[in-house]
């Protein structure tokens, strides 16, 4: 009986190799800069290190952190189609408001119509405008906002992380 003959196959060299991409990764940092720079902070690492922890050890720099985190914080709590509805709402509200000013600039001919439309609505326009089921549908969303502003600016906070997570925290 015939003996079985072993034959590894080589791959195919489909493209360069680890240490040739690591070769043109090294030659793309040195072309553009980086080896340079990379070199420069790790010699100065004490005289930055000392610059960096001097400029973070400031109040303002640590308040700043602090609120950085927060907002972090909130965002995290949102869901991403929550947080889109309210950003394309708050957009095109911005837009009617911005718009509502270009519609008289663009428009001066009608403006004695406008100021119909526009001037106060007086005794018995407030009560109509009391009765108008749209208006109040679009107001409730802005009272309930107001309200639960000021209900939440009223809450005491003794640090934000502990107002997050409602676990208690030490330190600054």
Partial sequence: MAERISHDVTPPKIGPDAQEELDRLVQTLHEHGMLRFANDVVASNHELLRILVGGLNKPGTLNAIQNLSVIA????????ERFNQVMFALKEGIEQV????????????????????????????????????????????????????????DRPVDKPVTDFTGKPTEGP
Avoid at 73 to 80: A, H, Y
Avoid at 117 to 141: F, N, Q
């Fill in 73 to 80: 914080m909130t965002l995290s709590t949102l869901p991403p």
């Fill in 98 to 153: 911005g718009n509502h000013r270009h519609d008289e600039e663009a428009h001066p001919s009608s403006k004695e119509q406008d100021k119909e439309k526009d001037s106060a609505p007086g005794i018995t326009g407030v009560y109509r405008m009391l009765k108008d089921d749209e208006l109040w549908y679009a107001i409730k969303p802005i009272l309930a906002g107001l309200k639960a502003f000021s209900e939440r600016l």
